[in-house]
Nanobody, 121 residues
Framework: QVQLVESGGGLAQAGGSLTLSCAASGRTDKTYTMGWFRQAPGKGREFVASIRRSDGVTYYADYSVKGRFTISRDNTKNTVYLQMDSLNSEDTAVYYC?????????????WGQGTQVTVSS
């Protein structure tokens, strides 16, 4: 199976930046696509961004993260990153790393434990 461990969360001021990391281990061949999701207090989990292992194609949520967040991955380290700039209070959430093995009929089979990001105004 795949194990995902996030790091880099913490407290940031509005307008500041944070970089999250997610290291994959185990069956890393199953990390066809890796992505980030987030869950704010009292809200459901939502997609933030994803990146494909084979060609680096990225997708971003249509809401305000596009243009402020950048996803990237280092396949040699089996690690995906989320650079978050111009943070605001609405970015406060638990951020989860996920991996999709590219199997038909299912998605995002593997999840990390999450890392808290708190943005203070």
């Amino acid at each position: 199976q795949v194990q995902l461990v996030e790091s880099g969360g913490g407290l940031a001021q509005a307008g500041g930046s944070l970089t999250l990391s997610c290291a994959a281990s185990g069956r890393t061949d199953k990390t066809y696509t890796m992505g980030w999701f987030r869950q704010a207090p009292g809200k459901g989990r939502e997609f933030v961004a994803s990146i494909r292992r084979s060609d680096g194609v990225t997708y971003y949520a249509d809401y305000s993260v596009k243009g402020r967040f950048t996803i990237s991955r280092d396949n040699t380290k089996n690690t995906v990153y989320l650079q978050m700039d111009s943070l605001n209070s609405e970015d406060t959430a638990v951020y989860y790393c996920a991996a999709d093995a590219g199997l038909p009929g299912s998605s995002w089979q593997y999840w990390g434990q999450g890392t808290q990001v708190t943005v203070s105004s």
